[in-house]
């Protein structure tokens, strides 16, 4: 079975860790990336929007001598009458690995169980595995290390928050969840979720897909600068982005030293060719060259 990357609780954590090893290591070399993806194309397949999947997955793939085919769902005849298995295998002869965001996970899954060649989860309702490798990398960055660390989770119990709660048994981490009890019954309350955390995360409370919902009862999980002040003095700030500035996060916490919102988001770069190369291992690329 080729190498898929669909959700973190799949993937060994020894294998994990060593993808994670192998970003650090691609960052220390992002000025001369080695061109260890050359010859090999990456077909990404967006059913929804993007900014940081779109470019890292991209320009991740060309800083290490590879080449892109991005699709728009709509413009391919899967969104027609061809089938899942057809496209699938008629893309395994095209291509050396497929990247895919889609809101079902169940049916992308399908689409990889039908693929020879790699297929990435580029986001599910289900999981963000990427960001999530993205994120623990910079964590290891600003803190050291992940195990033991505290991570405060407020806001909507989404795609992204339920990928962290994969990856909390895996890398030995404690995960709180400060949400509205209805759609988290465990719920801490927020600050209570903040008290001496290491890390204080959030998302967008309305979620691709979600246009339309309510919001107000999300209001009292919003990350101020009081919950902040109630986190350890060397907290981080995260958030995999986009923002909407005055609901999920204060501006005013935005602008703090404790925000680590960019070198998160290039840490996506980073985190992504790292899982290019161990996807495409098998496919004779050297994930030890210098
Ligand atoms: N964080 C993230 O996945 O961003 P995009 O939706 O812009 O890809
Ligand atoms: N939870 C968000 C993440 C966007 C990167 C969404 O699914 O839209």
């Given at each position: 079975?080729?190498?898929?990357?669909?959700?973190?609780?799949?993937?060994n954590v020894d294998i994990l860790k060593s993808i994670l090893k192998h970003a650090h290591e691609l960052k220390a070399q992002k000025f001369?990336?080695?061109?260890?993806?050359?010859?090999?194309?990456?077909a990404m397949i967006f059913d929804k929007r993007s900014t940081r999947t779109r470019i890292s997955f991209e320009v991740g793939m060309k800083q290490l001598g590879?080449?892109?085919?991005?699709?728009?769902?709509?413009?391919?005849?899967?969104?027609?009458?061809?089938?899942l298995e057809d496209t699938a295998n008629v893309l395994s002869r095209y291509v050396d690995a497929i990247m895919?965001?889609?809101?079902?996970?169940?049916?992308?899954?399908?689409?990889?169980?039908?693929c020879s060649v790699p297929v990435i989860n580029g986001m599910t309702d289900l999981s963000h595995p990427c960001q999530i490798m993205a994120d623990i990398l910079t964590?290891?960055?600003?803190?050291?290390?992940?195990?033991?660390?505290k991570v405060a989770w407020f806001g909507d119990y989404?795609?992204?928050?339920?990928?962290?709660?994969?990856?909390?048994?895996?890398?030995?981490?404690?995960?709180?969840i400060?949400?509205?009890?209805?759609?988290?019954?465990?719920?801490?309350?927020?600050?209570?979720?903040?008290?001496?955390?290491?890390v204080i995360v959030t998302d967008t409370w309305v979620s691709m897909g979600q246009e339309g919902k309510g919001i107000d009862k999300f209001r009292p999980f919003s990350v101020t600068p009081e919950i902040m002040a109630a986190a350890k003095d060397e907290a981080i700030f995260m958030h995999c982005m986009p923002i909407h500035e005055n609901e999920e996060v204060s501006p005013a916490v935005l602008k703090t030293p404790a925000c680590v919102i960019y070198d998160e988001a290039e840490n996506r770069l980073h985190a992504q060719k790292a899982i290019l190369a161990w996807c495409l291992e098998e496919a004779g690329v050297n994930v030890a060259a210098e």
């Open positions: 079975m080729p190498r898929h990357f669909l959700n973190l609780d799949d993937i001369e990336p080695p061109q260890i993806l050359r010859g090999h194309t990456l590879g080449h892109t085919v991005i699709l728009n769902m709509d413009d391919i005849q899967l969104s027609g009458a061809e089938s895919i965001r889609m809101s079902d996970h169940e049916v992308l899954s399908e689409f990889a169980s039908h964590i290891e960055e600003k803190l050291g290390n992940i195990a033991g660390k989404n795609n992204v928050t339920k990928t962290f709660e994969q990856a909390a048994p895996l890398f030995d981490f404690e995960l709180v400060s949400a509205p009890e209805d759609i988290y019954a465990d719920a801490a309350a927020p600050m209570d979720a903040a008290k001496d955390a290491d």
